[in-house]
C-alpha cells in the first residue's frame, strides 16, 4: 500500500464525513492506493471499529496503537 499527498484540496462536506469515524482519517489530504485484496482486508479489519470505545479508563488518557503485517510469500523478483 502507497500513501501519496494528494495536490487537489478535498471538500469539506467529504471532510467532515469522515472525522471522527475512520482510523486513519487525517486533516490533511492524503490519500492511499492499494489494490483490492489490501482494501478488502483494511474493511474486514476495521468494519467493526467503533470511535466511542476505547480500552482506558479516562477518555482523556492517550491510546497507544501498534498495528503490523508479515510477508508471507514472495511471488516474483525483478531484477533491474
Do not use: W
Given at each position: 500500500?502507497?500513501c501519496?499527498?494528494?495536490?487537489?484540496?478535498?471538500?469539506?462536506?467529504?471532510?467532515?464525513?469522515?472525522?471522527?469515524h475512520?482510523?486513519?482519517?487525517?486533516?490533511?489530504?492524503?490519500?492511499?492506493?492499494?489494490?483490492?485484496?489490501?482494501?478488502?482486508?483494511?474493511?474486514?479489519?476495521?468494519?467493526?471499529?467503533?470511535?466511542?470505545?476505547?480500552?482506558?479508563?479516562?477518555?482523556?488518557?492517550?491510546?497507544?496503537?501498534?498495528?503490523?503485517l508479515?510477508?508471507?510469500?514472495?511471488?516474483?523478483?525483478?531484477?533491474?
Open positions: 500500500m502507497k501519496v499527498q494528494v495536490i487537489a484540496a478535498v471538500p469539506k462536506v467529504l471532510e467532515r464525513k469522515y472525522e471522527g475512520d482510523p486513519f482519517y487525517s486533516p490533511k489530504n492524503y490519500a492511499c492506493l492499494a489494490g483490492y485484496h489490501e482494501k478488502r482486508l483494511l474493511h474486514d479489519l476495521l468494519d467493526s471499529y467503533n470511535t466511542l470505545e476505547r480500552p482506558v479508563v479516562n477518555e482523556s488518557d492517550p491510546l497507544q496503537l501498534s498495528f503490523g508479515t510477508l508471507m510469500q514472495i511471488i516474483d523478483v525483478i531484477n533491474n
